[in-house]
């Protein structure tokens, strides 16, 4: 029977996702885009269905009410809800899939929007009911989350006896024109790079503050780039599940005037979450500078340059020290040419639609919450290599 999929979120991510699923109708079967905008949701299936001919539906959705999200499941017998609406929505979402019984899987973890905090704990608290409801929760299906620990995964199961450090390297290297802008939801984005730095090392997290720690790291097909240490949530669940790990750092790039944008901006309270009084009416900073920033979503158009994010792992095999680099590069104008949306949308949005598929053709299975790296990395590497996502791995010298 035709399988019914709905996709909740229909920003660039969103979209992203609305296309590839609907490059893989085989495995999704019956699409529904559904967001708090509607109009949202009908461009994206206007621009599928002029670019490659398929039909999807549409709906209006409020995920922040779990009765809302749990009538639109049921009405639409959907057989996987794919969130990447904002991890504000998590909890909601996870709550109405357990509520109908539908499996889950979401690209980012759970945030509450009052504190720039980001972690797993209330995501696998839901393991039980999951379990109980013998339904699959995917957790960070997207690049980091998602592809980073899948590459640490296959590091661990084809490379390695025991991994002792990982460095997570993200580079995109794209120019959009625009003195400055964020490539996925401003609001999201700036609460985690001006947040201070985190890392792992020999079982305690070491704190620093925002980008006081600098490496110049040379990207494969993009060059050398200063990148710097943030704390990324994938770590979170890495320490839990790769075998030996001693250490683990995330690393971001950023330029000079994105930098200089960001102190300016902080320096004048516009990053605050907190509610200030102007004018008679109650405002968040933060969110009115997303009001003022371009929409991501417009971002594709005019992006150039390319994208690198990847892992080096250290570590073991057969009693001697080995040192691999895995990593993918995309271009953010193939991205457009093909989906509509630049390259950081893209390498989100491919990885969500591949973790639905392999749950939807019952490649992947299991009763509760995973994190991704905890599933079988060879199906998910192969179908990188298929939709767009081509990988390549590099023996370091140690
Ligand atoms: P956007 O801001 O472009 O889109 C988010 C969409 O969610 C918007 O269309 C918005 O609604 C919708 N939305 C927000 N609140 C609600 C709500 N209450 N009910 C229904 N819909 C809602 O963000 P992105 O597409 O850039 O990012 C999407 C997700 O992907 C985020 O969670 C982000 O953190 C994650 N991400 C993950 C990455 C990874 O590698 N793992 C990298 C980049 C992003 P509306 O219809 O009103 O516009």
Not at 300 to 315: F, L, S, Y
Not at 385 to 393: K, P
């Amino acid at each position: 029977m035709s399988k019914k999929t709905l996709i909740i979120g229909a920003g660039g991510v969103g979209n992203v996702v609305a296309f590839k699923c609907a490059m893989n109708t085989n495995s999704f079967g019956d699409i529904t885009l559904a967001s708090r905008t509607i109009s949202k949701c009908e461009k994206i299936a206007l621009n599928i269905k002029e670019k490659i001919g398929i039909s999807i539906n549409t709906a209006s959705i409020n995920a922040d009410i779990v009765d809302d999200l749990v009538e639109l499941i049921n009405k639409l017998e959907a057989d996987i809800v794919i969130n990447v609406a904002l991890p504000y929505q998590d909890l909601t979402i996870m709550d109405a899939c357990i509520k109908t019984k539908v499996d889950y899987l979401d690209t980012a973890n759970y945030e509450h929007p009052d504190s720039a905090k980001f972690e797993y704990k209330e995501q696998w608290a839901r393991d039980d009911k999951f379990k109980e409801s013998n339904i699959m929760g995917l957790l960070g299906s997207g690049f980091d989350p998602g592809v980073t620990n899948l590459f640490c995964a296959y590091a661990q199961k084809h490379y390695f006896d025991e991994i002792h450090t990982i460095d997570i390297l993200d580079c995109n290297d794209g120019d959009h024109g625009y003195p400055f802008a964020t490539n996925f939801n401003p609001e999201i984005n700036l609460r985690e790079v001006s947040a201070n730095g985190r890392y792992w090392e020999n079982g305690k997290w070491i704190e620093t503050k925002p980008m006081e720690i600098k490496k110049v790291w040379d990207y494969p097909e993009v060059g050398e780039r200063d990148s710097y240490l943030l704390y990324h949530e994938e770590m979170e669940s890495l320490i839990k599940h790769i075998k030996g790990l001693k250490r683990i750092r995330f690393f971001m790039t950023f330029g000079e005037s994105y930098l200089t944008h960001l102190k300016c901006l902080e320096n004048v309270g516009m990053l605050g979450i907190k509610e200030v009084e102007h004018n008679g009416c109650k405002i968040v900073p933060m969110q009115f500078l997303a009001t003022l920033l371009p929409d991501p979503a417009s971002l594709g158009e005019r992006t150039k340059g390319k994208t690198n994010i990847g892992i080096v792992a250290k570590g073991i095999k057969n009693g001697k020290e080995k040192s691999i680099y895995i990593y993918q590069v995309s271009d953010h104008e193939k991205c457009y040419d093909e989906v509509m949306s630049q390259g950081v949308s893209y390498t989100t949005g491919v990885p969500a639609m591949i973790g639905a598929k392999l749950i939807l053709d019952g490649i992947w299975s299991g009763k509760g919450v995973f994190n991704i790296e905890q599933l079988d990395p060879d199906p998910f590497m192969k179908e990188l290599n298929s939709q767009g996502l081509a990988w390549q791995v590099r023996e370091l010298e140690s």
